[in-house]
């Protein structure tokens, strides 16, 4: 069997795991002429290819064995909107517990929403169920987290990723499928001739590998990533977002790709929402977000990123944010971040700061002039502070 032939051979050697620096460093110096470009030119992204609208989830609170009742609700996603549109990628971040996977599950639609819609080309996917809903869910797939759980130990690889093709035999048909699985595996950096070889022998970057082949499978326009390298080594997380961004322009992905850290979406997404306690608190190109936030709590996080610059290290000042993050089950009122908000005032416990353009910076084309949700926003550089 060709499965026991390739047993001896060490199950690393498929693909060179070595950090690849010079094509992270190119992404970035092409970046930042971009940058450039983009601040002379009004960016016209077309239509969104998803709208999320006023996004709700709330995971009821019971008590009670034999009579179940309601005693509260886990408000983990609390009134979210954004827009992703045509081949971009949006980078979703906030800390453990803020409700990023859920989100993730939302317009996947593996949970059902308490409230809210998700366009896709401008269709509320909410609303559907049976043929409808699997025409969708092709077109919208997923990337986990971490690729040590998300592949069933006990399938080959060529099982992993066909197993999709029971679902939709359209695509492949049952004779051509073999092929198509040694094509997805080629197109992501693995030889095809592992097609037989099982979860464990392969490493950890190799697997998230396997698990973007799985994503891709249906040709989708768009594949939500839930912190699809946080489980990996930082010299493999490089490579991974390499290949993903590699695949975007050839097969003109959409991404929302989700992490705990502003560092690692910094190189890949055009634009950032940061959420905070089931809310998303400010959203922006990534020049507004990181390099002109308003928000209190995204100047917190981009505070504590590393800065490989030893000058502008020393210059920065670090802001140390006090307390715990509250429970969604019982959040504060007005603002959710006040408890831990070094500008909070009275108006703070009292209104919900909305996320929109700030009314004062609404008339000026500076980057300051983006989506925030603090009644006091306003520019702070906590990177280059002297
Ligand atoms: N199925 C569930 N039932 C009850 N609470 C849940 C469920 N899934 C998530 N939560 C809660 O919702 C909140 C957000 O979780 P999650 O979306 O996983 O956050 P993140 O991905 O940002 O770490 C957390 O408080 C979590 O405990
Ligand atoms: S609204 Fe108030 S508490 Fe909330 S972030 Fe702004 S200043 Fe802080
Ligand atoms: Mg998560």
Redesign the pocket.
Known sequence: MAELDKKDEPARNAVDETPNVTAVNTVEARSEAEAVVALDAPVDRGEPILQVRNLVKHFPLTQGILFKRQVGAVKAVDGISFDLYQGETLGIVGESGCGKSTVAKLLMMLERATAGEVFYKGQDITKLSGRALKAVRRNIQMVFQDPYTSLNPRMTVGDIIGETFEIHPEVAPKGDRRRKVQELLDVVGLNPEYINRYPHQFSGGQRQRIGIARGLALNPEIIICDEPVSALDVSVQAQVINLMEKLQDEFDLSYVFIAHDLSIVRHISDRVGVMYLGKM?EIGSDEEIYDHPT???TQALLSAVPVPDPEAREGRERIILSGDVPSPANPPS??R??TR?W???D??ATEV?LLAVPERFKDTDSPVAHES?????EEKDVVHAA
Not at 373 to 377: E, Q, R, T, V, Y
């Open positions: 608190v928000h209190p709590y007005g603002c971040f006040r908000c500008k909070a005032q108006k703070c700061p949700a603090c009644h006091f926003a």
